[in-house]
T-cell receptor, first 112, second 112 residues
Framework: QQQVKQSPQSLIVQKGGISIINCAYE??????FPWYQQFPGKGPALLIA???DVSEKKEGRFTISFNKSAKQFSLHIMDSQPGDSATYFC???????????WGAGTKLIIKP | DSGVTQTPKHLITATGQRVTLRCSPR?????VYWYQQSLDQGLQFLIH???????AKGNILERFSAQQFPDLHSELNLSSLELGDSALYFC???????????FGNGTRLTVT
């Protein structure tokens, strides 16, 4: 199965809280899992990415947690800020063709 | 700035018409991807070109076609336009196969 299932579809978090977005996949050949951030009127931009040889990767307030056995990965945004309000997409690909399979996106709103 | 340039930014046209969207990839990037994003929807992969050759097709309608020229810029041609074709069309480029995708800021197409 080539799908990547992303949840929730939308999320409202208070400023300073933790935002958590989850993705699940079926294809065990996937070996690259990026997260992209998209602001209104802009194209998506790579936020952070992980490969399955590690279970967690942290860049500033953004962390990817990866669970290979469950075939799930998630994005955690610590101390969420209004400037984090955006749509977030997870994706996955394998090294046979590097074609990204995209999740449906999560619209995140951080309330001041 | 991702380095990917898309023109025009906005396009308004009538049903039945034909339009051409243009993309200049980042300097040195051989791969160009086209995506469609309808209002508040996810990213639908349309087509991938590598160094002038079509590499993969996604959910691209027969009314749509694309090409990549020797200078690596790409054009997406949309014909016999329907109201449902109204969307944001993104171009993305990348260098090496396992490198990140870099998106342009899209062309917003409105079909009236």
């Amino acid at each position: 199965q080539q799908q990547v299932k992303q949840s929730p579809q939308s999320l409202i978090v208070q400023k300073g809280g933790i935002s958590i977005i989850n993705c699940a996949y079926e294809n065990t050949a996937f070996d690259y899992f990026p997260w992209y951030q998209q602001f209104p009127g802009k194209g998506p931009a790579l936020l952070i990415a992980i490969r399955p040889d590690v279970s967690e990767k942290k860049e500033g307030r953004f962390t990817i947690s990866f669970n290979k056995s469950a075939k799930q990965f998630s994005l955690h945004i610590m101390d969420s800020q209004p400037g984090d309000s955006a749509t977030y997409f997870c994706a996955a690909s394998d090294h046979s063709n590097y074609q990204l399979i995209w999740g449906a996106g999560t619209k995140l709103i951080i309330k001041p | 700035d991702s380095g990917v340039t898309q023109t025009p930014k906005h396009l308004i046209t009538a049903t039945g018409q034909r339009v051409t969207l243009r993309c200049s990839p980042r300097s040195g990037d051989l791969s160009v991807y086209w995506y469609q994003q309808s209002l508040d929807q996810g990213l639908q992969f349309l087509i991938h070109y590598y160094n002038g050759e079509e590499r993969a097709k996604g959910n691209i309608l027969e009314r749509f076609s694309a090409q990549q020229f020797p200078d690596l810029h790409s054009e997406l041609n949309l014909s016999s336009l329907e109201l449902g074709d109204s969307a944001l069309y993104f171009c993305a480029s990348k260098g090496a196969a396992n490198s990140p995708l870099h998106f342009g800021n899209g062309t917003r197409l409105t079909v009236t």
